[in-house]
T-cell receptor, first 112, second 120 residues
């Protein structure tokens, strides 16, 4: 089945630094989504991408849908302590019945 | 506010007992709900797709007799972990699709807050 490789697995940064994480797939996705999950909670949608090459921002977050449709990245600018959490990419392919496939997650720690 | 309510938030049970987890869509009628399982610091793994009024579709490797799913109404899906064992201990998360957004926009997939199951 389809798999997503998300990297890095974890990041320890200083408040104010920029962060970048990415996901790659062995096959094409029609939609890329980025979620944030905090301990003991379900994922919350941050950004949704629908077209190859699409670049979308949500406040300090920016994500792009790769041209090949096999990758996506998420950038967080000027990180703050509340950015702490686990970030997941998720991809959806129409030929997989619209199911979401999740990446392994990137755990972000921000030092004040 | 939350549009998908999941209960209980956590449950501790003895080995061999059954546990029921509820997932309710609060603001919309969800024809499709999804159940995921998540181990600590790992990704969400789809267990099954729950369709209102029909049998659930299970992912490969998920025992349908072990994880019973019932989607009897447009706002409620339940997952019952039968004869639970310590290896079933995990974080279970449901999500519900709001059909008013159509197929291409099912980013409107709202997640519940999860249920932490601990089997002793």
């Amino acid at each position: 089945g389809q798999q997503l490789n998300q990297s890095p697995q974890s990041m320890f940064i200083q408040e104010g630094e920029d962060v970048s994480m990415n996901c790659t797939s062995s096959s094409i996705f029609n939609t890329w989504l980025w979620y944030k999950q905090e301990p003991g909670e379900g994922p919350v949608l941050l950004i949704a991408l629908y077209k190859a090459g699409e670049l979308t921002s949500n406040g300090r977050l920016t994500a792009q849908f790769g041209i090949t449709r096999k990758d996506s990245f998420l950038n967080i600018s000027a990180s703050i302590p509340s950015d702490v959490g686990i970030y997941f990419c998720a991809g959806r392919s129409y030929n997989q019945g619209g199911k979401l496939i999740f990446g392994q997650g990137t755990e972000l720690s921000v030092k004040p | 506010g939350a549009v998908v309510s999941q209960h209980p938030s956590w449950v501790i049970c003895k080995s061999g007992t059954s546990v029921k987890i509820e997932c309710r869509s609060l603001d919309f009628q969800a024809t499709t709900m999804f159940w995921y399982r998540q181990f600590p610091k790992q990704s969400l793994m789809l267990m099954a797709t729950s369709n209102e009024g029909s049998k659930a579709t299970y992912e490969q490797g998920v025992e349908k007799d072990k994880f019973l799913i019932n989607h009897a109404s447009l706002t409620l899906s339940t997952l019952t972990v039968t004869s639970a064992h310590p290896e079933d201990s995990s974080f279970y998360i449901c999500s519900a699709r709001d059909p008013t957004y159509g197929v291409k926009r099912n980013e409107k997939l709202f997640f519940g807050s999860g249920t932490q199951l601990s089997v002793l």
